[in-house]
DNA sequence: CTCGAATAGTACCGTACGGTACGGTTCTGT
DNA sequence: ACAGAACCGTACCGTACGGTACTATTCGAG
């Protein structure tokens, strides 16, 4: 076999089908996405769909992997940073954290997910979230850790500040665009969010200029 | 016709058959929820069905429309509580409000929703969030002009306040529910979980016992 | 008791999907 | 140039679902 035919990777063939079966998916839903479809879609055989993916299952696995390749985090280069610089740093987060999980595609995904979940043996749920959340969660708590390091925010548990962090940012948007309410979908508001949102953060984990008389968040 | 059959209401037989089917979509998912099977399972006929909901989607709304009228909200008795009370009133909605949300019919109908998302015409999404969440809003909206009055928090948009209170609840956790990660879905946590959301929520809108130079948030 | 409406149970139909098989074509290594 | 693999397009199969039609049975009103 030839050097570039690794395992795990897919060939640019396979690359182009899986961008045409997410194309798919925006398009029209699960219902749209048969195995019929994506072969006539993408000018390939059913025979060949299975032959890379082994069934259909592992066709969404491959585009749910796909995917999450394309997402890009946050890396701590370790150099200082100032208040505004950190706070311009975690606004940027917010709205990158907004407009990801408002993209089309990972509406898409998470409610092809979601609409699987239900059956035991399907594990496309926690493939996603271990393939795509968790990169974003890393870079996340880098960012975190960098603001605590330069002494602008304070907390023990990285994990649980990141949850606070997302939960102030995202409320319930995410699940209400999986419901379909296209409306709160407009990323015009996502600059405003990302603002309030990181204030808050800022009032809850922020340390004080003098002394941290601010409001000490601890878990009961 | 007679007097209780009433336009909107449903039948006892057809109440069973609803029920019936929630119990079904709860243990199966979506995929065992066929006409054909809730028929069977309930001991009527698909014709029945047919004539009851109109098709399957009828069958699904009114499943949801069922559900829905279950839950029941936090009314405002306009009584006096003091801080004690109204942060125990607090933490009582956050954990309600997680029960419900990991609830097992819940999770299965907001799975289903969120799988029939996709299409355009299908408006259960829509459905669910107007008549599920709506009640819990109002509830929650209720509570926190009741906790203003009695000036233990202030804020100024009470949809605003309560999406915050919201997000700082559940965070993550629907979603990742939704998506089937059993291992968070334990209760035992949900009480550490309500009290620690109600500190951070007062950290944001509290009112200090002497005057109120507590971090104020804005919407920028 | 009788009649008619409602219902259970079943059979049926058209369609669509997942998965497999096969003939014809293109690509690739030697 | 040639052989073999990979691949496209299509046909095919078994199954399952949504929805309809029909018969037998139940049940309530007069």
Request: charge should be positive; proline fraction near 4%; aromatic fraction near 8%.
């Given at each position: 076999m030839s050097d570039d035919q690794r395992a795990k990777e897919f060939t640019p063939r396979q690359h182009d089908v899986l961008e045409c079966a997410l194309s798919l998916l925006v398009a029209g839903g699960e219902r749209v996405l048969t195995t019929a479809r994506v072969a006539r879609t993408a000018n390939c055989s059913k025979e060949s769909l299975y032959r890379w993916f082994g069934d259909r299952e592992g066709l969404l696995a491959a585009m749910i992997a796909h995917?999450?390749?394309k997402v890009r985090t946050f890396s701590d280069n370790g150099a200082p940073m100032d208040r505004v610089q950190f706070r311009a740093q975690l606004v940027g987060f917010a709205h990158d954290l907004l407009q990801v999980l408002g993209g089309d595609v990972s509406l898409a995904l998470n409610r092809l997910a979601i609409g699987q979940a239900s059956r035991e043996e399907s594990r496309l749920g926690q493939l996603l979230v271990e393939q795509g959340r968790r990169r974003i969660d890393e870079g996340a708590a880098a960012l975190l850790e960098a603001g605590r390091r330069c002494q602008h925010i304070e907390f023990t548990d990285v994990d649980e500040t990141y949850r606070?962090?997302?939960?102030?940012?995202?409320?319930?948007?995410?699940?209400?665009?999986?419901?379909?309410?296209?409306?709160?979908?407009?990323?015009?508001n996502f600059g405003e969010m990302a603002e309030r949102?990181?204030?808050?953060?800022?009032?809850?984990?922020?340390?004080?200029?003098?002394?941290?008389?601010?409001?000490?968040?601890?878990?009961v």
């Open positions: 995917q999450a390749s606070t962090l997302y939960g102030l940012v995202v409320r319930d948007l995410h699940v209400r665009m999986l419901l379909g309410e296209d409306e709160i979908r407009k990323p015009k949102a990181v204030d808050q953060f800022f009032a809850l984990y922020g340390v004080q200029e003098k002394k941290r008389m601010g409001p000490r968040v601890r878990a």
